[in-house]
């Protein structure tokens, strides 16, 4: 009985696959620790590492080269993403939103420094202080806990519409708790990649609603708590009430979406 041949190996005929990890530019090529990879999305790849000084830590927000792109549209469309993050950072921090300092930039690079937010993720956090509600008998305290971070969470947001910005993707991963000077927590605002400067009110609603059900499908054990966040929102941005209402309306118009498929 003849034994078939195996298959052709059509492996070789494949494109090779593009590297996971993409060179850095200098002045990171020579970092000492090397950077460390945080995350990678479609656009960026986040690092930590240092700057200016070994003891100066840093994100590093590192757009590479795309292939697919055409190189000078590619070089322009990095251009814009760079300086329009940046700018709007700067403008935060002036106006004293609790967001990332910018340390550098090189838009032809295709890098943006920022300070090194020490802390845990709001996620991390909520969930942290989740379990704790159900292991300890001081449910009371625990949910008093819970209640601050999300008035602090709402009025970082207040403030961030106060100055005319919107954040795009409002998440409790795009959010950092950490101790502010007088050992009292903070809720820093991070990833403005999205981000946009806007003055209407409907822009403002929809970073609510993406905030609202981001929360609602991460920490559905305490979803009700989301009032707590809108509450202070209210208190701390003059033009909440029309943006509140607009909030109804984007709601709406979400439910309608979900049940038509």
Known sequence: MSVPSPPPDI???????PPSI??????????????TLLTQGAE????????LHPSLSCALKYRP???????????????????????????CRREGVPVPGVLGLD?????????????RMVRET??????????????????????????????AVGRLHTCGVVH???????????????????VVLIDFGLAAQTVQDEDRAVDL???????????????????????AYGESFKGAEVVLKRLEDVRMRGRKRSMLG
Do not use: C
């Open 11 to 17: 492996t070789s005929a494949l494109p090779p696959r």
């Open 22 to 35: 993409h060179a850095l530019p200098q002045p990171f090529t020579n970092s000492t620790p090397p950077p």
């Open 44 to 51: 960026a790849l986040l690092y930590r590492t240092t700057f």
């Open 65 to 91: 080269p795309k292939p697919y792109r055409h190189p000078s549209l590619d070089a322009r469309l990095t251009r814009h993403r760079i300086l329009s993050e940046a700018r709007i950072l700067v403008k």
């Open 107 to 119: 838009w032809e690079g295709g890098w943006l420094v920022m300070e090194w937010v020490e802390g």
């Open 126 to 155: 909520v969930a942290e202080r989740v379990k704790n509600l159900k292991e300890t008998a001081e449910e009371q305290e625990q949910e008093g806990s819970m209640r601050r971070l999300m008035g602090r969470m709402g009025r």
């Open 168 to 186: 795009g993707d409002l998440t409790t991963s795009n959010m950092m708790v950490r101790e502010s000077g007088e050992g009292e927590e903070e």
């Open 209 to 231: 609603y993406v905030l609202e059900r981001a929360f609602g499908s991460t920490h559905s054990q305490v979803e009700g708590l989301f009032a707590e966040v809108l509450r």
